[in-house]
């Protein structure tokens, strides 16, 4: 397998279990891809702030094998659900991106 390919089917998406109690479940979260990360972003400059916990959830929320759970449909849904419960997530989830929170007060000046 030459560097390209080792590169593209790289399993680089780590991801963490994290118990839910709200909800009853234990799911998983994993890092955004490149892709994700963007449109996450891209999201927030529009409007800071709004459903971020939501979105955040909708980008990093999988199951044990990396497959999301949700999509952007989901949003309206998810940002309905126990703010407790999407604090967990988007704590967790903010950490294994890299997002603190000088980076989102950031995108609200863009």
């Given at each position: 397998?030459?560097i390209?390919?080792?590169?593209?089917?790289?399993?680089?998406?780590?991801r963490?279990?994290?118990?839910?109690?709200?909800?009853g479940?234990t799911v998983?979260?994993?890092?955004m891809t490149?892709s994700?990360?963007?449109?996450?972003?891209?999201?927030?400059?529009?409007d800071?702030y709004?459903?971020?916990?939501a979105?955040m959830?909708t980008y990093t929320?999988?199951?044990e094998s990396?497959?999301?759970l949700f999509?952007?449909?989901?949003?309206?849904?998810?940002?309905?659900?126990?703010?407790?419960?999407?604090?967990?997530?988007?704590?967790?989830?903010?950490?294994?991106?890299?997002?603190?929170?000088?980076?989102?007060?950031?995108?609200?000046?863009?």
């Amino acid at each position: 397998m030459n560097i390209r390919e080792s590169i593209l089917t790289a399993d680089d998406l780590p991801r963490k279990p994290l118990t839910i109690p709200e909800w009853g479940v234990t799911v998983y979260v994993r890092t955004m891809t490149g892709s994700q990360r963007d449109a996450f972003e891209a999201a927030q400059i529009k409007d800071p702030y709004r459903d971020i916990r939501a979105r955040m959830a909708t980008y990093t929320v999988c199951d044990e094998s990396g497959a999301l759970l949700f999509t952007e449909a989901d949003i309206p849904s998810l940002g309905a659900k126990s703010v407790r419960a999407l604090d967990k997530i988007f704590a967790l989830a903010c950490r294994l991106n890299g997002v603190s929170k000088e980076d989102v007060d950031e995108l609200k000046k863009i």
